[in-house]
Nanobody, 121 residues
Framework: QVQLVESGGGLVQAGGSLRLSCAAS????????MAWYRQAPGKQRELVAR????????NYADSVKGRFAISINNAKNTMWLQMNSLKPEDTAVYYC??????????????WGQGTQVTVSS
Protein backbone atom coordinates (compact mmCIF):
# COMPACT_ATOMS: atom_id res chain seq x y z
CA GLN A 1 0.00 0.00 0.00
CA VAL A 2 1.22 3.48 -0.89
CA GLN A 3 0.22 6.67 0.86
CA LEU A 4 0.55 10.05 -0.82
CA VAL A 5 0.37 13.28 1.14
CA GLU A 6 0.28 16.65 -0.60
CA SER A 7 1.15 20.00 0.92
CA GLY A 8 1.86 23.55 -0.18
CA GLY A 9 -1.49 24.71 -1.49
CA GLY A 10 -3.01 28.03 -0.54
CA LEU A 11 -4.22 31.42 -1.70
CA VAL A 12 -2.01 33.55 -3.92
CA GLN A 13 -2.49 36.59 -6.12
CA ALA A 14 -2.28 36.33 -9.88
CA GLY A 15 1.34 36.39 -10.99
CA GLY A 16 2.51 34.79 -7.77
CA SER A 17 4.12 31.41 -7.11
CA LEU A 18 3.43 28.31 -5.07
CA ARG A 19 5.31 25.07 -4.60
CA LEU A 20 3.38 21.87 -4.04
CA SER A 21 4.94 18.80 -2.45
CA CYS A 22 3.90 15.17 -2.49
CA ALA A 23 5.45 12.67 -0.12
CA ALA A 24 5.05 8.97 -0.85
CA SER A 25 5.37 6.31 1.82
CA UNK A 26 4.91 2.57 1.97
CA UNK A 27 6.93 -0.53 1.26
CA UNK A 28 7.27 -3.21 -1.34
CA UNK A 29 6.83 -0.99 -4.34
CA UNK A 30 8.71 1.07 -6.87
CA UNK A 31 7.22 4.03 -8.61
CA UNK A 32 7.15 4.14 -12.39
CA UNK A 33 5.91 7.68 -12.74
CA MET A 34 4.41 10.43 -10.64
CA ALA A 35 2.10 13.17 -11.73
CA TRP A 36 0.01 16.14 -10.69
CA TYR A 37 -3.61 16.42 -11.72
CA ARG A 38 -6.08 19.16 -10.95
CA GLN A 39 -9.82 19.50 -10.83
CA ALA A 40 -11.66 22.79 -10.89
CA PRO A 41 -15.32 23.06 -9.81
CA GLY A 42 -17.61 21.67 -12.49
CA LYS A 43 -14.72 20.39 -14.59
CA GLN A 44 -13.09 17.03 -15.15
CA ARG A 45 -9.82 16.14 -13.52
CA GLU A 46 -6.96 16.94 -15.89
CA LEU A 47 -3.29 16.07 -16.08
CA VAL A 48 -1.04 18.99 -15.21
CA ALA A 49 2.41 17.44 -15.30
CA ARG A 50 3.97 13.99 -15.22
CA UNK A 51 7.51 12.70 -14.63
CA UNK A 52 8.93 9.21 -15.04
CA UNK A 53 11.14 8.07 -12.20
CA UNK A 54 13.81 6.23 -14.18
CA UNK A 55 14.68 8.76 -16.87
CA UNK A 56 12.81 11.74 -15.39
CA UNK A 57 11.02 12.34 -18.65
CA UNK A 58 8.47 15.09 -18.20
CA ASN A 59 5.35 16.21 -19.97
CA TYR A 60 3.04 19.12 -19.26
CA ALA A 61 -0.40 20.33 -20.13
CA ASP A 62 -0.20 23.06 -22.75
CA SER A 63 -1.84 25.49 -20.35
CA VAL A 64 1.05 25.30 -17.87
CA LYS A 65 4.09 24.89 -20.13
CA GLY A 66 6.75 27.43 -19.32
CA ARG A 67 5.15 28.29 -15.97
CA PHE A 68 5.14 25.02 -14.00
CA ALA A 69 8.00 22.63 -13.33
CA ILE A 70 7.73 19.11 -11.95
CA SER A 71 10.61 17.38 -10.18
CA ILE A 72 11.39 14.42 -7.93
CA ASN A 73 14.14 13.75 -5.42
CA ASN A 74 16.87 11.16 -5.76
CA ALA A 75 15.11 8.66 -3.53
CA LYS A 76 12.06 9.06 -5.76
CA ASN A 77 9.69 9.29 -2.88
CA THR A 78 9.03 13.04 -2.95
CA MET A 79 7.72 15.09 -5.82
CA TRP A 80 7.29 18.83 -6.26
CA LEU A 81 5.40 21.13 -8.56
CA GLN A 82 6.81 24.64 -8.80
CA MET A 83 4.07 26.91 -10.07
CA ASN A 84 5.03 30.38 -11.29
CA SER A 85 3.08 33.17 -12.97
CA LEU A 86 -0.12 31.76 -11.57
CA LYS A 87 -3.41 32.70 -13.18
CA PRO A 88 -6.96 32.63 -11.81
CA GLU A 89 -7.70 29.74 -14.17
CA ASP A 90 -5.11 27.66 -12.27
CA THR A 91 -7.49 27.60 -9.32
CA ALA A 92 -8.33 23.98 -8.54
CA VAL A 93 -7.75 21.11 -6.19
CA TYR A 94 -4.39 19.59 -7.08
CA TYR A 95 -3.89 15.85 -6.67
CA CYS A 96 -0.72 13.83 -6.49
CA UNK A 97 -0.71 10.57 -8.43
CA UNK A 98 1.73 7.67 -8.39
CA UNK A 99 1.92 4.75 -10.78
CA UNK A 100 3.68 1.90 -9.06
CA UNK A 101 4.82 -1.66 -9.51
CA UNK A 102 5.00 -3.96 -6.50
CA UNK A 103 7.42 -6.81 -5.86
CA UNK A 104 5.16 -9.14 -7.84
CA UNK A 105 5.04 -6.87 -10.87
CA UNK A 106 1.49 -5.73 -10.26
CA UNK A 107 0.79 -2.18 -11.46
CA UNK A 108 -1.30 0.16 -9.33
CA UNK A 109 -2.44 3.75 -9.27
CA UNK A 110 -2.53 5.81 -6.07
CA TRP A 111 -3.92 9.25 -5.28
CA GLY A 112 -3.38 11.82 -2.59
CA GLN A 113 -6.18 13.61 -0.82
CA GLY A 114 -5.70 16.83 -2.77
CA THR A 115 -4.61 20.34 -1.87
CA GLN A 116 -6.50 23.51 -2.76
CA VAL A 117 -4.83 26.17 -4.87
CA THR A 118 -6.70 29.45 -5.22
CA VAL A 119 -5.42 32.28 -7.41
CA SER A 120 -7.09 35.64 -6.96
CA SER A 121 -7.24 38.22 -9.72
Amino acid sequence: QVQLVESGGGLVQAGGSLRLSCAASGSGFSSIAMAWYRQAPGKQRELVARITTTFRTTNYADSVKGRFAISINNAKNTMWLQMNSLKPEDTAVYYCNAQTRNNYGVLSDYWGQGTQVTVSS
